[in-house]
């Protein structure tokens, strides 16, 4: 790691103590480098972040060293605090992320260059490109065409040799499996999500290959 980036990095982490995004920082820069983009380098590289919400992993490629980073947040169409893409735009203008495209669009209607990312990002954010969809994917073949055209289109966008990161919760859990709560996720619709294997089969009929799955 270059001092640059290793400042960049240092100064991202900082600004996220003060705007109280964390309180330390390290479990932060431990999911980043361990569990979301591990053994990745940024350097000079293209990602597209679907659903960026905060854009705190928009954020980490940018200091990273990555050449463009495109952020995607539909909810971004309001301005001030309310908007949860505000958080990248004073991430961003506080430490000179140029880097960074913040974008008010939904996946479906950006129209990027082909063959363009390196890494395409969903942190979370699967379910919500097309939520009944999602929902009725299994059982439905018109549920199953949508979303294999949207990471058709996904792979349309990616370099050759690029990545897909995807994360999200699986559709049931010991709690839901009883009808309670779970009262470590309150708020997870379980219903609203699916296992990892139904990913990875709609990916893989979609172009992708070489998945892998960790927990």
Same mark, same amino acid.
């Given at each position: 790691?270059?001092?640059?980036?290793?400042?960049?990095? $240092?100064?991202?982490?900082? =600004?996220?103590? &003060?705007?109280?995004?964390?309180?330390?920082?390290? /479990?932060?820069?431990?999911?980043?480098l361990?569990?979301?983009?591990?053994?990745?380098?940024f350097?000079d590289?293209?990602?597209?972040? !679907?659903?960026?919400?905060?854009?705190?992993?928009? +954020?980490?490629?940018?200091?990273?060293?990555?050449?463009?980073? !495109?952020? =995607? &947040?539909?909810? +971004?169409?309001?301005?001030?605090?309310?908007?949860?893409? &505000?958080? =990248?735009?004073?991430?961003? +203008?506080?430490?000179?992320?140029?880097?960074?495209?913040?974008?008010? &669009?939904? *996946? $479906?209607?950006?129209?990027?260059?082909?063959?363009?990312?390196?890494?395409?990002?969903?942190?979370?954010?699967?379910?919500?490109?097309?939520?009944?969809?999602?929902?009725?994917?299994?059982?439905?073949?018109?549920?199953?065409?949508?979303y294999?055209?949207?990471?058709?289109?996904?792979?349309?966008?990616?370099?050759?040799?690029?990545?897909?990161?995807?994360?999200?919760?699986?559709?049931?859990? *010991?709690?839901?499996?009883? /009808?309670?709560?779970?009262?470590?996720?309150?708020? !997870?619709?379980? *219903?609203?999500? $699916?296992?990892?294997?139904?990913?990875?089969?709609?990916?893989?009929?979609?172009?992708?290959?070489?998945?892998?799955?960790?927990?």
């Amino acid at each position: 790691m270059n001092d640059n980036v290793s400042t960049k990095k $240092q100064e991202l982490i900082d =600004l996220g103590k &003060e705007l109280r995004l964390w309180k330390r920082g390290l /479990g932060y820069e431990h999911y980043c480098l361990h569990q979301l983009f591990p053994s990745f380098s940024f350097q000079d590289k293209t990602m597209l972040d !679907i659903g960026c919400g905060s854009g705190i992993y928009s +954020a980490w490629a940018a200091v990273q060293g990555a050449r463009e980073v !495109i952020s =995607l &947040e539909p909810s +971004a169409s309001g301005s001030g605090p309310a908007s949860p893409v &505000e958080t =990248l735009r004073v991430i961003k +203008a506080k430490l000179n992320l140029e880097n960074i495209g913040i974008k008010k &669009e939904t *996946f $479906q209607s950006y129209s990027g260059s082909q063959s363009h990312f390196d890494l395409i990002l969903l942190h979370y954010s699967i379910n919500h490109l097309d939520e009944e969809c999602c929902i009725r994917l299994r059982d439905n073949p018109e549920a199953w065409k949508v979303y294999k055209q949207i990471f058709e289109k996904m792979f349309g966008l990616l370099k050759d040799g690029g990545i897909i990161v995807l994360t999200d919760c699986t559709n049931r859990s *010991f709690w839901s499996d009883l /009808g309670m709560v779970n009262p470590f996720s309150p708020t !997870i619709e379980w *219903f609203k999500h $699916q296992p990892p294997h139904v990913w990875v089969k709609v990916m893989t009929e979609a172009g992708f290959c070489e998945p892998r799955i960790t927990w």
